[in-house]
């Protein structure tokens, strides 16, 4: 038995746990300390307990990986999520596949970023360090797997349990030490190579937003109230550009993996992390007004504070097992729920009492802000994509409000509309069209001064040449639905805009090409939702008259084609024809005749009955 190993992560838990916990006394006292020997000597007692921590972190995540590379089918773990047949990348995957390994993932690249501010921060060093490490001792409890004796209540779930403390199984009482030969192995819809990047980046992201709220608490915390935006600005861009790139990861796998006719369905998982980031992207366009003047300053708080929040809030839908069957991408609950909504709700308390102690001090920004101000139209699409995560953010948390409700004794069975899909998309449609038309008006107004005797030709003027523009598209691509051809409208509108502010300031300076490039991107991208979802059409539609199932809903007997053994049938334009049930094949290149072959034992074994050209 591989007892050691197991035993060695664990240790390495504790480890991460009680050090994360004395980085972050040593850090506060330091943050608090007057004199400024005193204060050294406890930022080097923080560090040094930092440092251990990111090296119990890096031991547990090589003792689970050495767990599961080798095939200890004695750990829950292991036997849950691998087997002996997986390739080694998706054996990669595999780490992260359980919730336990997802905390891990994400504690790991929060000791790197932490590592990161250590060594580029000195003057922020106590106070950020000090909610860095704080968050990291909440994330170190999730793994746990500790019981508090006498009260009999679990701190977190160990990665490193063992099989037979799981499961229930009669073997385990006459043969104490059995193994099992082989594991469950990963769900097949895992084993895709985006599963393998998608998570990293995605992990990566959820830990990047902790940066702005560390330097936003460090600054209410030292009263420093405008000298946190432009450090915390240059990390909401990277953990912008780093969740979004993860969410289009998922989107892509959900395209190539997933029975949802496409890249996006309103899951709600899906829903819990682009709120988020729509959150993220506003609060990145508060702090560039509140680097220039304090009118933003209050708002960038709020919005910084909320982004991190809805992180914890995305994972506590995640993982407490509230969603239920609502999600392909939820995870069971293993009784996590109370301490993740503790944890949660202990967050969000300490950044509002600390907003309230210090509210007064931010002052006011007694400028009014003109409609021909960058400002104005800035905050318009902040106020717009905070309305769209708002829409998004409510019905997703049906689920929560339920039981919440049911703690009370009210029953309640608030549900979001079957179909999310056409639910969801009617108004983040028309948001996207509103938010993209504020976007390309805000960047012809931030980076010329604006009055009534040259707007129409900054703004109007590119308006109409985008109208043309877009009448010729909408037509030659016959985009009839209103819904649409705004959304190409405003497609154009943003890139052409935004074209015309690119090549005027890259004259001057490259270096500040970036905003314009950007909005250039989502204005493609809106276009290309557009072709995506506007252009797709069913091409299975079932033609015979006869429905599939009675068990099956109308629009899934309608939609699907029915096939019959050797009859051959036409579907958009392609002759096909039903051979008969395959199997594919190890290599991945050829499906095999079912009734060519006869199943062993082995599930990945078979004895063929005939040749098989």
């Known amino acids: 038995m591989h007892y050691t190993i197991g035993n060695l992560g664990h240790l390495a838990v504790i480890t991460s746990f009680v050090t994360a916990l004395l980085s972050f006394f040593g850090y506060v006292r330091a943050a608090r300390a007057q004199d400024e020997h005193l204060r050294r000597q406890w930022i080097l007692n923080g560090r040094v307990a930092f440092f251990v921590h990111s090296a119990a972190v890096l031991g547990i995540g090589v003792a689970l990986f050495y767990i599961i590379a080798n095939h200890y089918f004695e750990y829950h773990y292991a036997y849950s999520y691998s087997d002996l047949h997986l390739p080694g990348y998706y054996l990669v995957s595999t780490f992260w596949n359980g919730q336990e390994g997802s905390f ?10 932490g590592l990161v501010l250590i060594r580029t921060q000195k003057t922020w060093e106590a106070p950020m360090m000090g909610v860095f490490a704080l968050v990291q001792a909440f994330l170190a409890s999730m793994i746990l797997g500790v019981v508090i004796p006498g009260i009999n209540v679990r701190i977190g779930s160990t990665p490193f349990i063992l099989l037979r403390d799981v499961l229930n199984d009669p073997i385990f009482k006459t043969q104490p030490d059995f193994v099992p030969r082989d594991g469950n192995g990963l769900n097949p819809l895992l084993q895709n190579y985006w599963m393998v990047i998608h998570p990293p980046t995605l992990f990566l992201g959820f830990a990047a937003t902790l940066v702005p709220f560390a330097f936003c608490m460090a600054g209410l915390w030292y009263k420093k109230y405008t000298e946190w935006v432009r450090p915390a600005l240059a990390w909401s861009l990277f953990g912008g550009a780093v969740l979004g790139l993860g969410i289009l990861m998922g989107g892509y796998w959900a395209y190539e ?19 988020p980031w729509l959150i993220l992207i506003a609060s990145i366009h508060t702090l560039m007004i509140a680097h220039k003047s304090t009118s933003a300053l209050k708002t960038s708080m709020i919005l910084v504070t909320a982004t991190f929040i809805l992180i914890l809030y995305s994972t506590f839908l995640t993982r407490s097992g509230i969603l239920g069957d609502g999600s392909v991408h939820s995870f069971t609950d293993l009784g996590l729920s109370g301490q993740l909504l503790l944890y949660l709700l202990a967050f969000a308390f300490i950044a509002v009492l600390l907003m309230m102690v210090r509210w007064k001090g931010l002052g006011k920004d007694d400028t009014e802000t003109s409609t021909y101000s960058p400002d104005f139209w800035i905050f318009l699409g ?8 708002f829409q998004v953010i409510v019905p997703t948390s049906y ?6 409700l049911g703690w009370f004794g009210i029953n309640s069975s608030l549900a979001i509309p079957a179909n999310q899909v056409e639910y969801f998309s009617h108004l983040q449609l028309w948001f996207a069209v509103a938010v993209a038309a504020t976007s390309a008006t805000a960047q012809a107004f ?8 040259i707007w129409k030709k900054e703004v109007l003027v590119p308006m109409l040449y985008s109208a043309l523009i877009a009448v010729v598209l909408i037509n030659l691509f016959k985009v009839y639905d209103v819904a649409l051809a705004f959304l190409m409208l405003a497609g154009v509108y943003i890139i052409f805009s935004n074209l015309s502010v690119l090549f005027r300031i890259a004259r001057r300076n490259a270096s500040l090409s970036g905003g314009a490039i950007t909005h250039i991107g989502i204005g493609l991208m809106l276009i290309g939702i557009l072709f995506s979802a506007g252009y797709s059409r069913i091409v299975s539609l079932n033609n015979t008259g006869m429905p599939i199932s009675s068990d099956f809903s109308t629009e899934f ?8 053994i050797n ?6 334009g392609y002759d096909i024809e039903f051979l008969g049930e395959r199997i594919l094949s190890r290599s991945g290149n050829r499906y095999i005749p079912k009734d060519a072959i006869t199943t062993t034992s082995d599930p990945y074994k078979v004895v063929a009955k005939t040749d098989i050209v």
């Open 382 to 389: 902040v106020t717009l994509l905070c309305l769209m995560g």
């Open 446 to 453: 931030w980076w010329r001064k604006m009055d009534k005797s």
């Open 399 to 404: 689920p929560v409000y339920n039981k919440v």
């Open 557 to 564: 007997n309608r939609d699907n084609l029915l096939l019959f």
């Open 257 to 275: 993996t997933l029975s949802f006719g496409g890249y996006w369905n309103w899951d709600p998982v899906e829903n819990a992390v682009y709120v």
């Open 567 to 572: 009859e051959p049938r036409n579907m958009a």
């Open 104 to 113: 891990l993932l994400w504690m790991f690249w929060q000791a790197v970023l």
